[in-house]
């Protein structure tokens, strides 16, 4: 995943949700709000915190920073819309078991 933008470049942008790190569940499941095509990502919610989370070539998933709704929303947007649809056995397109 490239870097979409420089974190000084653009003050109003929230660079900070583009940082994937560690899937990290907390008290409960988050809660699925929707999903990219081949759900490449999908947008979260736990409580009142919204993220965006990715599954990596490993299996494992990361997650951006947590925010708002809108900044979230806006990262998954943005990151859904980079996604280049190739038909193909792909094992990430399998049902997610997680969910
Ligand atoms: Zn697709």
Wanted: aromatic fraction near 12%; include cysteine.
């Amino acid at each position: 995943m490239t870097v979409l933008r420089h974190p000084d470049s653009f003050s109003s942008q929230p660079a900070d949700m583009y940082d994937w790190s560690p899937h990290a569940p907390r008290s409960w499941l988050p809660t699925v709000i929707e999903a990219s095509c081949c759900e490449e990502y999908v947008l979260c919610s736990e409580g009142a915190e919204f993220f965006v989370r990715r599954r990596t070539d490993d299996g494992l998933y990361q997650e951006t920073a947590r925010g708002r709704y809108a900044r979230a929303a806006k990262a998954w947007n943005d990151l859904a819309a980079e996604h280049r649809h190739q038909e193909r056995a792909d094992p990430k397109t399998a049902r997610d078991p997680w969910w």
